[in-house]
């Protein structure tokens, strides 16, 4: 039996192509062409850092290794791009990105080897994405890893007209048996906090709704530093801590190390404790920043402790002997840092004590978390 023949209409229309769609290949190319040079720029042993293939090489025996176990992390910047958006400074963000994940690889005893980053936009404006990727690619330098790869992608109707996220992964490495597990943690070792370089990449969601309360202008000068916008200080890039720490790890001079994220001491802390083993933190006089935050928002101590890391963005146990040694180490790579605690005998959990008056309540307060 026959089929009927369909019928034939004409177009009334132009073909379609993808860029009437939103999606614009040419400048998806013309981005990779631009930030070519600054992934170049990041090369390192083991990795050339050309983009443009399906998938980045990397050969861990050219880095130096003999019997490496890989350790990977990733991570985003959350609503602080949103700040990021709204002030249209783009040039940190990518920093932000790079040190929430080659933080935590250093934390296990991992040497950052590659990065490769992930950029979602509906309209790909290149010379917003090339600022970020810049960002990025000073980020690997600062870590001493490679961008060997990444990918852009733009999705019309996803986002609103201006607004991008970000997500990256970073691989590193550590000999077999030299990684760091928390398992050498034992009563008696100090804790020793360094510096943040501000709020990092956490709380950010906080950050915004006490702006949004307050009125705040980011454009004026900062209310706890005259010498810079607002804007400038909530965006200060996260502290990358892998070359002041590295040596100290190889030369065996740590036993552990938290990366203070959200969650501050109390959370952080104890995801690197044994069994039997206690934290104890003094915690340090707030910063600027963060004081001007709690007063702001009337946030109490504890919701402080557990959203930001309150001037401390690492934490190190170390033995008792090499605490002095260690802080003139950290000092003389450009890092502030101070004992601020101790591991007891008991249950595996952390308690901070803050000092009266310095978190905006009128005697000392104790929260603890148990693991």
Known sequence: MALPMTEKRPLTYAPMTYKDAGVDIAAGNALVKAIAPLARATARPGADAELGGFGGFFDPKAAGYKDPLLVAANDGVGTKLKLAIDTARHDTVGIDL??????????????????????????????????????????????????????????????????????????????RGEQLTGADVAPGQLLIGIASSGA??????????????????????????????????????????????????????????????????????????????????????????????????????????????????????????????VIKALADAGERADVVGEIIAGTRGCDVHGAPGQWGEAAAWTASHDA
């Open 98 to 175: 790079v040190a929430m994940c080659v933080n935590d690889l250093i934390v296990q005893g991992a040497e950052p080897l590659f990065f490769l980053d992930y950029f979602a936009t509906g309209k790909l404006e290149n010379g917003v994405a090339a600022r970020v990727v810049a960002g990025i690619a000073d980020g690997c330098r600062q870590a001493g890893c490679a961008l060997i790869g990444g990918e852009t992608a733009e999705m019309p109707g996803m986002y609103a007209p201006g607004d991008y996220d970000l997500a990256g992964f970073a691989v590193g490495a550590v000999e």
């Open 200 to 325: 990092h990449s956490n709380g950010y969601s906080l950050i915004r709704r006490i702006l949004a309360q307050a009125g705040a202008d980011l454009a004026a000068p900062a209310p706890f530093d005259a010498n810079r916008s607002l804007a400038e200080a909530l965006l200060e890039p996260t502290r990358i801590y892998v070359k002041p720490l590295l040596p100290l790890i190889r030369g065996g001079h740590i036993k552990a190390l938290a990366h203070i994220t959200g969650g501050g001491f109390l959370e952080n802390i104890p995801r690197v404790l044994p069994e039997g083993c206690r934290a104890l933190v003094a915690a340090p006089q707030l910063p600027p920043l963060f004081d001007w935050l709690r007063g702001q928002g009337g946030v109490a101590a504890g919701e402080m402790a557990r959203t930001f890391n309150c001037g401390t963005g690492m934490v190190l146990a170390v033995d008792r002997a090499e605490a002095d040694g």
